[in-house]
């Protein structure tokens, strides 16, 4: 298991390097000068020369690569061109706020989804199964954008148990959340019934059920644990967009998480902030993405078996 | 955009409760956009300068017609090249209690003009040669030419000099002396700001989504917003009888520009015929529900160098048609343009009024939508034909000079449509070597008629000021530029249910 964590690290730290490097070239690449974002158009071009000697601008491509490279061994990535603030301390400053969304969408997607997806499995072609199937199907149909202003108009407005947007206590993350996870519940849902459904009709159930044992066991003990690996993979790519950022959720309820922090960035053409979200958002994937690998391969042991090292 | 605000005012419609608006003292102030950067030597975006308006105390202000005014300072103009500042008598001290002095002044400044800070505003201020401070209360600023709008350009906000000394990081710990004191940041989508005169507390929110501003408004979780709402929100909300609306004449131009180099755009006839094709009045009224008014320079009427006898291009069609006949264009041989713009769903929404308004002339666009950052690098490109674009904030005529004098092509200015017009540039010539204002002010108006005649640009229309506000809001007055001013005197209202508290609590 060592060693197939270790391989995982190895091939995990490999993608980082790429990613900083693909990072830092897509933004020379993008239009836009940061030294007009800075100075603004009307500086003198002597001033511009000055900053972007200062910034190390002026220097050739493959230098400032390295340079970045350095930095990024020291967790520097750079300061904010408008704030004049470091990036990597406003993201450290907006993830608990991801954080906190992503644990509450994940939370509300599980609660919805098991027991749906499960009995929905188990009454196949009847009713629940239809309904439960109608709310997968709507759920992922209904954007964001509107879920959202719909919830606040119902729940903020109409009843006026939640705030309408911000971040202020327990009771502002649930509509948020819910924007959020009413989606991932109905990909979970599906999922785990089709998952469910997969399995229920395998021998080692039939041999349970055969055993005596009831239905509550069969289903929990035996069709889900072994349901639960691509669910396990959703869930966990699931939770890696969410720790990059909601970026239309966190919008819409001002919620001062990853997301907004890099569309804030992109519209004040912000480019360190927007460089480092990027490679936030990557590391969170490739980090989400090592945690599955080594939790699928600890619930099934024929992963780590088959795997070369 | 224009379906979900559709939804959104639907549902609004039918559902809008009545919630009560929050019972503590804070009063809450919706925004569209982060300041982001309180300190003033570094600050750019228009939410910072706002902002910052209320922390610090700059030298002077504008008046209603964009002439300057003292505001910590009254000056006299000793020489052409000599202004001498004198600080007013009773100044606020800064919030951390040390007095304003002149030194504290010319630190701030001396900062802004040191190249090594890379402060954006160093390049407006490049003709200050010296800063002298004969006496405490006393700046003398030399300059290394003659400029009477010299005054004009001091509106920095002024920082004390021995925290400037020690690195102090403004931009966290704002310290001035404005009406309003820093209290915290809590998150990036809060600042708690404390009005000194009567320690009210004014929170900032940050509330980029304009329907979830408008809605938190409507639930009485912020007491006002300013500007920054789709046409159709402000005309809803107008109607609401929970709130109350102030609107405001601005000087935000927009305008439509055009690449003169180009062999189709560059003749002026099809520019004359563009303008009598557009019409304005049915744009203004149906698109933007009266929130502009049309604009016929960059200036509006009102600024001290404003035309108000300025008359535009009438909407004619059937001149419009004339003017392209004798261009050379016809049915079988019409007009094809492409019109560049941002991806802003309000400027989409004109483009596409425009084109349909043109395609009844004969002139076929296609529109071509971009990301700001690469619109915006086509347009200093020159890399477009026609596109259209606003002016934010414009105060001093200077400007004419950046926009419209050949030597101005980018990246030497703003001139993006590669506008070279000797009358032009001779107007602009004779207006900045004016030492006199009145004289001054002829020209410019001169070189705005000029400039409507030969059609650089066809201006559009000035986008108006709008304030929103519960109804127990009083006191904001709206400014003319709409900075945030108003949070100095706005006032809540008691409520009915406080008032009766407040009756039952009497002895």
């Known amino acids: 298991m060592t060693k197939f964590v270790l391989a995982r690290l190895a091939s995990a730290l490999l993608i980082i390097f790429g990613v900083s490097c693909l990072v830092f070239m897509l933004m020379h690449l993008i239009p836009g000068d940061p030294i007009d974002v800075m100075l603004g158009e009307t500086a003198h071009p002597t001033d511009k020369d000055a900053l972007r000697k200062a910034m190390g601008l002026h220097l050739p491509l493959h230098i400032q690569l390295l340079h970045y490279l350095q930095r990024l061994l020291h967790l520097d990535l750079g300061t904010s061109i408008h704030s004049g603030r470091a990036v990597t301390t406003i993201l450290l400053e907006r993830f608990p706020a991801t954080l906190e969304l992503g644990a509450g969408a994940i939370t509300i997607a599980m609660l919805v989804a098991f027991p749906l997806g499960i009995f929905a499995a188990l009454r196949q072609h009847t009713v629940i199964d239809a309904g439960a199937m109608a709310f997968a199907l709507t759920g992922v149909s209904i954007p964001n954008f509107w879920l959202g202003p719909l919830l606040i108009m119902g729940g903020a407005l109409w009843l006026g148990w939640f705030p309408v947007s911000g971040r202020n206590g327990l009771l502002s993350l649930v509509l948020p959340a819910l924007t959020l996870g009413t989606a991932m519940a109905a990909i979970l849902s599906r999922m785990i019934r089709s998952a469910v459904l997969e399995v229920i009709h395998e021998d080692f159930i039939r041999t349970a059920q055969a055993k005596g044992l009831g239905a509550t066991q069969t289903v929990f003990r035996h069709a889900l644990r072994n349901a639960l690996l691509p669910v396990l993979t959703l869930l966990g790519l699931q939770f890696g967009a969410l720790l990059s950022g909601a970026v239309i959720t966190e919008t819409i309820f001002s919620w001062p998480g990853i997301g907004s922090l890099m569309i804030e960035a992109i519209q004040q053409r912000d480019y360190p902030i927007v460089q480092g979200t990027i490679l936030w958002i990557s590391l969170m994937y490739i980090g989400i993405n090592l945690v599955t690998d080594v939790l699928y391969a600890l619930a099934d042991p024929r992963i780590r078996l088959r795997h070369p090292s | ?507």
């Open chain 2, 1 to 507: 955009m224009a379906l979900h605000s559709a939804i959104v005012l639907t549902i609004l419609t039918l559902t809008v409760g009545c919630s009560e608006p929050r019972s503590d003292t804070t009063l809450r102030f919706g925004l569209a956009n982060t300041p982001a950067n309180l300190d003033p030597r570094f600050a750019t975006d228009a939410t910072s300068a706002r902002v910052n308006r209320l922390l610090y105390s700059r030298l002077i202000d504008f008046d209603e017609a964009a002439r300057p005014v003292p505001s910590l300072a009254t000056w006299e103009q000793i020489s052409p090249v000599h202004y001498r500042f004198f600080l007013q008598p009773t100044r606020q001290p800064f919030h951390h209690g040390a007095e304003l002095t002149a030194s504290d002044v010319k630190a701030t400044y001396d900062f802004v003009l040191d190249a090594s800070n890379h402060s954006p505003h160093r390049s407006a201020l490049t003709l200050i040669s010296d800063i002298h401070v004969p006496t405490d209360n006393i700046v003398d600023f030399y300059l290394n030419k003659p400029d009477r709008l010299f005054p004009s350009y001091l509106v920095i906000g002024i920082l004390p000099a021995n925290l400037i000394r020690t690195n102090h990081p403004f931009h966290e710990h704002p310290i001035g002396n404005g009406a309003f004191t820093f209290i915290d940041r809590p998150d990036d989508t809060h600042w708690r700001l404390m009005r000194q005169v009567d320690r009210q507390y004014v929170e900032l929110l940050r509330i980029p989504d304009p329907t979830v501003r408008v809605l938190k408004l409507l639930a009485g979780e912020i007491d006002m917003i300013q500007n920054d709402l789709p046409p159709e929100l402000t005309a809803y909300l107008d109607t609401d009888d929970k709130i109350s609306i102030q609107r405001r004449q601005g000087a935000n131009f927009s305008y439509l520009g055009f690449n003169l180099q180009d062999p189709v755009v560059g003749q002026h006839r099809i520019r004359e015929a563009i303008a009598h094709a557009i019409d304005r009045t049915s744009i203004i009224h149906h698109l933007l529900h009266d929130t502009a008014h049309p604009a016929n320079a960059m200036f509006p009427p009102k600024h001290w160098v404003g035309d108000a006898t300025l008359s535009g291009y009438d909407y004619n069609p059937t001149r419009a048609r004339a003017l392209l006949r004798q261009a050379g264009f016809d049915e079988a041989h019409p007009v094809r343009l492409t019109y560049k713009t941002s991806t802003d769903p309000i400027r989409l929404r004109v483009a596409t009024i425009v084109q349909d308004q043109l395609a009844h002339v004969g002139i076929d666009v296609s529109i071509q939508s971009h990301d700001w950052g690469t619109f915006y690098g086509d347009i200093k490109a020159g890399r477009f034909q026609m596109y259209s674009l606003s002016w934010v904030g414009l105060k001093t005529p200077d400007i004419f000079r950046y926009v419209f004098h050949s030597s101005s092509i980018p990246p030497r200015g703003a001139n993006r449509g590669r506008f070279i017009d000797t009358q032009s540039d001779r107007l602009i010539e004779q207006a900045q070597a004016t030492q006199d204002l009145h004289r001054k002010s002829e020209i410019y108006r001169r070189l705005q008629a000029h400039l409507l005649h030969v059609l650089p640009y066809v201006p559009l229309w000035f986008e108006e000021h709008v304030f929103l506000a519960r109804r127990n809001i009083t006191g904001y007055v709206l400014s003319a530029d709409g900075n945030y001013d108003g949070l100095l005197t706005v006032t809540r209202r008691p409520t009915s249910t406080q008032l009766t508290r407040q009756e039952s609590h009497q002895p």
